[in-house]
């Protein structure tokens, strides 16, 4: 995986928990929703690239 790459889905995974956690504590259920989404986003980032990494070998 190229690190730029693992670099912004790490990103993602963390900015979309602190955005879902932060929604959860105030009860802001768009926040909450919209943190999960921008979670989900950097899964999937990451593994496509884990996926474009195996197909490499």
């Given amino acids: 995986m190229s690190a730029s790459e693992k670099a912004k889905a790490s990103a993602e995974q ?3 928990k602190i955005k879902k956690e932060a929604g959860r504590t105030v009860g802001n259920e768009s926040k909450t929703a919209e943190g ?3 979670k989900s986003k950097g899964d999937l980032r990451g593994a496509k690239e884990k996926i474009k990494d195996s ?3």
């Fill in 14 to 16: 963390v900015k979309g």
């Fill in 36 to 38: 999960q989404a921008e």
């Fill in 55 to 57: 197909l490499k070998d």
